[in-house]
T-cell receptor, first 114, second 109 residues
């Protein structure tokens, strides 16, 4: 069974450019998460989806970040325009139950903003 | 405020030692607690999940315990190996999952 798939693994862009990350969760997992991880820190939640509904986006910087999960399966996280401080690893995770389900993570997308 | 703390931040041990990693949390009203492993440049790999009604979980050489009343969990690794070298993160599930900052483990031959 395939795990959580993310792409691209690495992205280098100049500041003010847009960037998008894609995530395909484990089949059947209705709950999808996007996390941000800075070096030496634990992941921090950006947004959580239940099917296609964003149920927690309180930590998403909505002036430049957006996310969608149109059909309740794949999800895309976009940053426009990117800033130097956005350099980090963006992790996608999925689970089969909110709050109580085990989380499974993808390999992450490492963003470098120059 | 809901906080998760892991001690120690880093640990270096010789191969073969049994070791304990600690995780503490401030709010005991949790759904579950999950231990992850993260290798450099990689995502997180789930090791053990303990539901709030459980006291411990075991997988191979790993044993995780949970004491909600004291707000603590421990991850016990038996007979450590160089391949166990990684960062270990605990995460506590409230209405959102809150991570500790991790323990960076190095096991040397």
């Amino acid at each position: 069974e395939a795990g959580v798939v993310q792409s691209p693994r690495y992205k280098i862009i100049e500041k003010k450019q847009p960037v998008a990350f894609w995530c395909n969760p484990i089949s059947g997992h209705n709950t999808l998460y996007w996390y941000l991880q800075n070096l030496g820190q634990g992941p921090e939640l950006l947004i959580r989806y239940e099917n296609e509904e964003a149920v927690d986006d309180s930590q998403l910087p909505k002036d430049r970040f957006s996310a969608e999960r149109l059909k309740g399966v794949d999800s895309t996280l976009k940053i426009q325009p990117a800033e130097l401080g956005d350099s980090a690893v963006y992790l996608c995770a999925s689970s089969n139950a909110p709050n109580t389900g085990e989380l499974f993570f993808g390999e992450g997308s490492r963003l470098t903003v120059l | 405020k809901q906080e998760v703390t892991q001690i120690p931040a880093a640990l270096s041990v010789p191969e073969g030692e049994n070791l304990v990693l600690n995780c503490s949390f401030t709010d005991s009203a949790i759904y579950n607690l999950q231990w992850f492993r993260q290798d450099p440049g990689k995502g997180l790999t789930s090791l053990l999940l303990i539901q709030s009604s459980q006291r411990e979980q075991t997988s191979g050489r790993l044993n995780a315990s949970l004491d909600k009343s004291s707000g603590r969990s421990t991850l016990y690794i038996a007979a450590s190996q160089p391949g166990d070298s990684a960062t270990y993160l605990c995460a506590v599930s409230y209405d959102k999952l809150i991570f500790g900052t991790g323990t960076r483990l190095q096991v040397f031959p």
